[in-house]
């Protein structure tokens, strides 16, 4: 990439945004922050729960990690986020013009895997449907590119970076 963006690295739970996005973020040389660390506590003990958040749980959490890209604008910065909804990363984007998106993908039987063998997160894999259920693929009129989660992190992170460099400066 050209010039320091804030690319927010999506998907479902269990598609590896916690390991990819520092991954990423080393390799592009700029800070990491991991987007569960926005949600308020009330969110966290819903999903331990195993209860989905509505938008009206998510919206106070996409405003903190929207404030976070905004304050990384013109520096860089990779911040994980699930973005499932069109509207969640709208939000973002209102908050924090210009952010990228790396939409990581994978079929549900490898991602509810992944989740099955992960241990001390707070969202069981009983949220999974749920999360598949909400998602709303990368639009074409979106700055982002979609990643597929097969292969190792950093075959992974590698593919990321290949097709961030690939695009085209986003209109602020």
């Given at each position: 990439m ?13 598609t ?27 969110n966290i ?11 009206d ?5 996409l405003?903190?990690?929207?404030d ?10 990779v ?26 993908t994978?079929?549900?039987?490898l ?8 241990q001390?997160?707070?969202m ?5 449907d ?6 709303q ?8 590119v979609?990643v ?22 986003p209109?602020?």
């Amino acid at each position: 990439m050209n010039t320091p963006h804030v690319v927010v690295v999506m998907g479902v739970a269990g598609t590896g945004k916690t390991t990819i996005g520092p991954l990423l973020a080393a390799r592009l040389g700029v800070p990491y922050a991991e987007g569960d660390d926005f949600h308020p506590q009330s969110n966290i003990a819903k999903m331990s729960a195993g209860t989905p958040l509505t938008d009206d749980d998510r919206w106070p959490w996409l405003d903190a990690i929207g404030d976070w890209a905004q304050g990384r604008a013109g520096l860089g910065g990779v911040v994980s986020c699930s973005a499932l909804k069109r509207s969640y990363r709208d939000r973002l984007r209102a908050v924090a013009p210009g952010v990228i998106f790396v939409h990581l993908t994978g079929d549900r039987a490898l991602i509810e895997d992944r989740m099955s063998h992960r241990q001390g997160h707070f969202m069981p894999p009983a949220l999974l449907d749920s999360q598949f259920a909400t998602l709303q693929p990368l639009e074409p009129d979106e700055a982002g590119v979609a990643v597929s989660v097969t292969g190792s992190p950093e075959e992974i992170t590698g593919r990321a970076a290949t097709a961030l460099t690939s695009l085209s400066e986003p209109a602020p």
